[in-house]
Nanobody, 120 residues
Framework: QVQLVESGGGLVRPGDSLTLSCAVS????IGWFRQLPGTEREFVAA??????KIKNSDSLRGRFGASRDRTKAYLQMSDLRHEDTGVYYC???????????????????WGPGTQVTVST
């Protein structure tokens, strides 16, 4: 288990970009999920321990992407839309190799979430 806290959420306008961050060492593989109003939590993107392997949701590829350095993981979001409004979560799992998980069950630690609101 590792303690995670997301940061960088807030209110943005349609078309804006926003980057979320999660302070975590590269001992942990990181996934990003979101929960939109009235829906279940869904996978957004994931990055391996080294940062070399990235997996994105098919529906969000091209607008959302994950990255990391040695002390933080990031979720870069561009061309934000009203329908991207929701709570975004950072999740971690210990992973010896370079695989990335894309389901909630893959992850053992979760942050409390940060609200992203896209509105005019």
């Amino acid at each position: 288990q590792v303690q995670l806290v997301e940061s960088g959420g807030g209110l943005v306008r349609p078309g804006d970009s926003l980057t979320l961050s999660c302070a975590v060492s590269n001992d942990w593989q990181i996934g990003w999920f979101r929960q939109l109003p009235g829906t279940e939590r869904e996978f957004v993107a994931a990055v391996s321990r080294s940062g070399r392997k990235i997996k994105n949701s098919d529906s969000l590829r091209g607008r959302f992407g994950a990255s990391r350095d040695r002390t933080k993981a990031y979720l870069q979001m561009s061309d934000l839309r009203h329908e991207d409004t929701g709570v975004y979560y950072c999740a971690a799992r210990w992973e010896r190799w370079e695989s990335v998980g894309d389901t909630q069950a893959d992850y053992t630690s979760w942050g409390p979430g940060t609200q992203v609101t896209v509105s005019t």
